[in-house]
């Protein structure tokens, strides 16, 4: 452990310095630096009385002004034109939240401490409209066509950053054939689940049997339990706790999102509090809008995404970092994007191999869709930041190979802009289904899933080729 964590911390000094001095992503992407202006962990989590809670979200909501003036003075004075938009879109939803969406926490305190929820009003009303200004500020600047980061750029981004020193036409033709083997599959699929019909018919007709409006948080509370037993039942991998994570409606700040975990930090001993978001409908949509959302919810994707984001995918991941047994600080802070992203992807295809999912074509389809909106991702994050692929024509590529409408998929695009990095969720995948194919030659006849999934686990969250030089006697060259 001690040589692996030695690597560990070599490698995450060794990311923040090329993020900063390399990338320069505080000056040319100010929307990577809004999730630090969230204090919603101090309004959600019940690890003090609420007017301690609100005491401590005060004093971080006075220093949001100097914050922004902070990053204001280091961003560029021209950014990319989507990098600028998609952040003045990250930072209006950021006031909007100060204003709305921490109101129930100041209204929930008026009756224990009047005196605590005016100074929280007042706190985040200023910060409001400081991060108001910010906008206008973001809006003023010039702004240029060009957003990519190049292939030099894109290359150290994955050896810096993962440890993978793979060539890049590798890796672009390692992806493009995953997309064309998953392509192949989805046909296989759908022709199980409507025989003689198109994908988008048989993708349809598994939409059509989804929750309810007023069910679809209940149904959830639900299946988390089946997904769970079911983990217990064929001994897929260790729960470390009894703990469970609570399903709630996604707050009004992150409704972009279709669902999302939120788990406590890996320090965490106190608020320990976890919550699986899920996006409502919302009171003001049509009816038709209404049911267009919930076929999105349709109970199959419903598994899949709760396999993903709970168990055994990233919840699971975070009770395992927490009450592991002594893992090392920087194990448990040093987090690599592929393992994490890509161990939560991983669950979803293995969970289909067990018997929770082997014999239910319908399960195998919407994972397969899943899937493809990862090798996109994977895709037009190397084609609009090596091959000077434009955000029209990444959009038009989600839509042809995820089976996506226009807007989503043109969201997913414009993500890939300022989130270059997306390609890891494929990318992990794909290393961690090597890394177990290798695990399973070199343990033999005593190899079980469990055991891989329980041995992975136990390092925190390091770059993949870090754990297979831990996990395989023989890790050799060949990661993906």
């Given amino acids: 452990m001690a040589g692996l964590s030695r690597h560990l911390l070599e490698m995450f000094l060794r990311r923040e310095l090329f993020n900063l001095d390399e990338m320069r992503t505080l000056e040319n992407n100010p929307q990577r630096q809004v999730g630090y202006l969230n204090v919603g962990g101090y309004v959600q989590r019940d690890y003090a009385p609420l007017p301690d809670r609100l005491r401590s979200a005060n004093e971080a909501l006075s220093q949001v002004a100097d914050f922004l003036a902070t990053l204001d003075a280091k ?221 999105n919810f349709n109970y199959r994707t419903l598994k899949v995404v709760s396999i993903h984001e709970v168990y055994p995918g990233h919840y699971v991941h975070n009770l395992h970092n927490r009450h592991g047994g002594g893992l090392p600080l920087i194990n448990r802070v040093a987090t690599s994007y592929a393992f994490s992203e890509g161990w939560a992807h991983y669950t979803e295809e293995m969970m289909l191999e067990t018997e929770y999912g082997r014999d239910d074509p319908a399960l195998w389809l919407t994972q397969l869709l899943e899937a493809l909106v990862r090798n996109c991702r994977y895709l037009c994050s190397l084609g609009m930041h090596t091959q000077r692929m434009t955000v029209d024509e990444a959009t038009r590529f989600f839509q042809a190979h995820a089976y996506m409408e226009e807007h989503p998929a043109r969201r997913e695009a414009l993500r890939g802009t300022f989130d270059p990095g997306y390609l890891n969720y494929t990318l992990g995948k794909l290393m961690l289904l090597k890394l177990r194919q290798d695990w399973r030659r070199q343990e033999g006849a005593g190899y079980r899933l469990r055991g891989f999934h329980d041995a992975a686990l136990s390092w925190g969250a390091p770059p993949v080729p870090l754990l297979r030089s831990a996990m395989l006697r023989e890790p050799g060259a060949e990661i993906l």
């Fill in 75 to 295: 961003t560029d004075p021209e950014l990319g034109a989507p990098l600028r938009d998609m952040a003045v879109e990250a930072y209006r939803g950021m006031a909007s939240y100060y204003r709305t969406g921490l109101s129930a926490a100041a209204a929930d305190c008026v009756a224990v401490a009047p005196d605590v929820a005016a100074e929280f009003d007042q706190a985040r009303t200023a910060a409001a409209t400081a991060v108001d200004a910010f906008v206008e500020r973001l809006q003023s600047r010039d702004v240029r066509p060009e957003f990519a980061i190049g292939s030099s750029m894109y290359g150290r981004m994955l050896a810096v950053g993962e440890g993978v020193n793979t060539a890049l036409s590798d890796v672009l033709s390692i992806g493009q054939a995953n997309l064309e083997e998953n392509l192949r599959r989805l046909d296989e699929a759908a022709s199980l689940v409507a025989p003689g019909k198109s994908v988008r018919e048989a993708v349809a007709l598994v939409s059509s049997n989804h929750p309810t409006a007023a069910g679809l948080i209940p149904d959830v509370r639900e299946m988390l339990e089946d997904i769970r037993q079911s983990l217990i039942d064929l001994d897929i991998i260790g729960l470390p706790s009894e703990e469970r994570c609570q399903v709630t409606e996604t707050p009004s700040y992150m409704r972009y999102a279709f669902a999302a975990m939120d788990s406590p930090g890996g320090l965490e001993s106190v608020a320990t509090e976890a919550f699986y978001y899920v996006t409502p409908v919302e009171p003001d949509w049509t009816p038709q809008q209404q049911e267009e959302w919930l076929a």
